[in-house]
């Protein structure tokens, strides 16, 4: 898991349920501490297409962040690209769920 220390930002999570009548239909906001790395660099979506992703934020694991979330991070509101959940299966490893944004 990751340590407590590293996790100095916060990121409103607003997870994506779906689109509806009006457009996409969002969950309960939830305030989550994480890491955030700003950079800017060509990742693959969940469709495997290529898209710029701007920043990329690490949460503790079982963070729900489903792709299509909106994720407000350091003032600005960007959208989840994809998350990945990286678990090292009980090894001694950095546990922690991994979302690119837009």
């Given amino acids: 898991m990751l340590p407590d220390w590293l996790l100095r ?3 409103q999570i607003e997870p994506f349920e779906g689109d509806g009548a009006y457009g996409p239909v969002y ?7 994480c890491l955030v790395d700003d950079e800017r660099r060509m990742v693959r979506d969940a469709q495997g297409a290529e898209t710029v992703s701007d920043t990329t934020i ?7 962040c489903p792709e299509g979330s909106r994720v407000t991070v350091n003032g600005r509101v960007t959208t989840a690209i994809t998350s990945f959940s990286r678990d090292g299966g009980g090894l001694p490893t950095p546990d922690h769920v991994e979302v690119v944004c837009r």
């Fill in 27 to 33: 969950g309960a906001a939830v305030t989550v501490n």
């Fill in 9 to 11: 930002h916060q990121a």
């Fill in 58 to 64: 690490f949460f503790p694991p079982r963070t729900r």
